[in-house]
């Protein structure tokens, strides 16, 4: 079955320090989404991409944070400059279509800690 | 701000017991899903709900939309140890690009 591969699955970065999340979604996918989740919180939105541009993002994603589809494959997150506060669990998602029966797949996530 | 709030947040249940978990909004979803995560892993897709009043069959797991597409509930018949788990309801946003989850319910079923 197809799935989402993020990379890596655990991060340890020093505060201030740049951090790339990477993604692989499901190749036929056409939309990506970036989520949070700190521990023992709800999942939260981040971002979504569509088109090779951001469709939507929440408050969350500051100046911070920005998103990135370079080759055609990959969908990364880069926060520039992390805090201590952006420790937690990062999720990739995509789908298909955007209203879809099928809902979203996640990839297994990468744990960010910010130290 | 569209919320999506679960009931109860936690539940410990027998096995063979039936459970009900509630996802409830004021606000209208163009489809609802329920998802299952367990730990230090990604959410993973049980079921979409678009129309309202659906319901939808998974085995064990009755899904329903309710009739104004604003809540979902999640019923499991005759619980097993299996299905303990996380369990998030989340909406697509009428008009949106973004998935909402609400917070959960954390369910364990005794053996």
């Known amino acids: 079955e197809p799935e989402v591969t993020q990379t890596p699955s655990h991060q340890v970065t020093q505060m201030g320090q740049e951090v790339i999340l990477r993604c692989v979604p499901i190749?036929?996918?056409?939309?990506f989404y970036w989520y949070r989740q700190i521990l023992g919180q709800k999942v939260e939105f981040l971002v979504s991409f569509y088109n090779n541009e951001i469709s939507e993002k929440s408050e969350i994603f500051d100046d911070q944070f920005s998103v990135e589809r370079p080759d055609g494959s990959n969908f990364t997150l880069k926060i520039r400059s992390t805090k201590l506060e952006d420790s937690a669990m990062y999720f990739c998602?995509?789908?298909?279509?955007?209203?879809?029966?099928?809902?979203?797949?996640f990839g297994s996530g990468t744990r960010l800690t910010v130290v | 701000t569209q919320l999506l709030e679960q009931s109860p947040q936690f539940l410990s249940i027998q096995e063979g017991e039936n459970l009900t978990v509630y996802c409830n909004s004021s606000?209208?979803?163009?489809?609802l899903q329920w998802y299952r995560q367990e730990p230090g892993e990604g959410p993973v897709l049980l079921v979409t709900?678009?129309?309202?009043?659906e319901v939808k069959k998974l085995k064990r797991l009755t899904f329903q939309f309710g009739d104004a597409r604003k809540d979902s509930s999640l019923h499991i018949t005759a619980a097993q140890p299996g299905d303990t788990g996380l369990y998030l309801c989340?909406?697509?946003?009428?008009?949106?690009?973004?998935?909402?989850f609400g917070a959960g319910t954390r369910l364990f079923v005794k053996a």
């Open positions: 709900v678009v129309t309202g009043g």
């Open positions: 190749s036929n996918h056409l939309y």
């Open positions: 998602a995509s789908g298909l279509i955007r209203e879809t029966s099928y809902g979203y797949t």
């Open positions: 989340a909406g697509d946003a009428t008009g949106g690009f973004k998935t909402i």
């Open positions: 606000s209208v979803f163009s489809s």
